[in-house]
């Protein structure tokens, strides 16, 4: 069986963001996604974790948590009670040397707790506040749970996802969270660029699931005002070109085919052994071929579907026809392709041995990011980072009244 590339952590790396402390109050995966993102790239973020540990622990598999070994690397765990007092005043003054802090409460909570963004910002003035939440901090949703699956069937996405004759379909990932995580990763970067390059002020990001998610539609409105229509779903079809679907090979597989330019379109034609269609008013033009796409289909599903995967595989690449397998993760992880770009790789893990997992994405030939450290246990660096802060007496004394776990 063929391996990933193994890799080792190298805790003496400094990445490009080394010198920026993140504390990181969020919850399960938009939050944890986007400061993974800071971490892979040298950022020293803090996770402050309720005695139990984040919620994402919980996501086990076999008894082993493996989200949270996946998007907890390069990260430091510290474990407060938040309840008290005392756990608050520590985060304050966390937050006193932090250039980020990243929340994920439901809206209002923050506040309640005596860590509005405008008392932190009092305490460190260039603080970048980024507030995750499911619908902004405002408006008659805020108090709503933020689940994604609420936001994937509110924005719009399921309601196009699927097949016309059967239900909506909801993502099988935490596809709002993603969207969220990196969107959220970006702007962030921008306002602390304010801070660091124009002697800026910090200032507070509304991040809800919702607009980053909606805004991935892109015209569909505009669309709609102009032909009063509701995109209708068609599985794997595209509205915009064709052909563009999934098509299923003589030995149970399957590959996915896009022709959205008018040469590749012809290309294909003429690949699957009828170069007469070029000129047929049915499929001349795209706008033809869209509304005829049933048919194109039934065409080169017929063509596919006669020969097996790795035959379909080398014709069609031999063509210059757009084409490839549709893999499910059994395959990724044997595939020469993901092997030899090592965008699978190994990973040193306590439990595992080996946790398979992505490596830092993306490649930056100059100011790369590194591995540094496995995720950490609850409460791992309490000691190294709360001792110094507090001084070992009230250290010893938080830490004896269950305030530090």
Request: glycine share 10%.
């Amino acid at each position: 069986m063929k391996k990933p590339a193994q890799k080792s952590f190298t805790p003496e790396a400094r990445g490009p963001l080394n010198g920026v402390r993140v504390v990181d109050l969020s919850r399960l995966v938009a939050g944890n996604i986007l400061t993974l993102q800071l971490a892979d790239f040298g950022a020293e973020v803090i996770k402050i974790e309720p005695p139990e540990g984040d919620t994402l622990r919980s996501w086990k598999v076999k008894g082993v948590e493996t989200a949270w070994k996946v998007y907890s690397r390069n990260k430091k765990s510290v474990a407060l009670d938040l309840r008290s007092d005392a756990g608050r005043a520590i985060v304050r003054e966390l937050a006193r040397s932090a250039a980020i802090l990243v929340e994920s409460f439901r809206p209002g909570v923050l506040e309640d707790m005596g860590l509005a963004p405008a008392a932190l910002l009092e305490i460190n003035p260039r603080l970048v506040v980024v507030r995750i939440s499911g619908w902004g901090q405002d408006g008659r949703y805020r108090h709503k749970p933020g689940f994604g699956t609420l936001i994937e069937g509110y924005s719009g996405f399921a309601s196009m996802n699927g097949f016309g004759d059967r239900e909506p379909v909801l993502p099988p990932m935490y596809l709002a969270d993603c969207m969220a995580a990196l969107n959220g990763y970006g702007a962030v970067l921008v306002a602390l660029r304010e801070v660091e390059m124009n002697g800026g002020q910090g200032q507070v990001m509304d991040l809800p699931l919702f607009d980053p998610l909606y805004s991935m539609l892109g015209p569909q409105a505009a669309n709609y005002k102009l032909t009063g229509e509701v995109k209708v779903r068609t599985g794997s079809r595209s509205t915009n070109a064709a052909p563009r679907n999934v098509y299923q090979t003589k030995d149970g597989h399957w590959v996915c085919l896009s022709a959205s330019t008018q040469g590749m379109a012809e290309r294909v034609l003429v690949k699957i052994g009828r170069p007469e269609l070029v000129k047929d008013p049915r499929f001349s033009t795209n706008i033809e071929r869209v509304k005829n796409g049933l048919e194109l289909d039934r065409m080169i599903g017929e063509f596919v579907g006669a020969r097996d995967l790795a035959e379909n595989l080398r014709y069609f690449d031999e063509a210059g026809v757009t084409i490839g397998p549709v893999y499910d993760i059994a395959q990724i992880t044997q595939d020469d392709y993901v092997l030899e770009r090592e965008a699978l790789i190994e990973i040193p893990d306590e439990t595992m041995g080996e946790l398979p997992t992505h490596p830092v994405v993306p490649r930056l030939s100059g100011t790369p990011g590194a591995l540094k450290s496995a995720a950490p246990k609850i409460g791992e660096h309490n000691e190294a980072l709360l001792k110094p802060l507090l001084g070992e007496t009230e250290y010893d004394k938080l830490k004896q009244a269950g305030v530090i776990k």
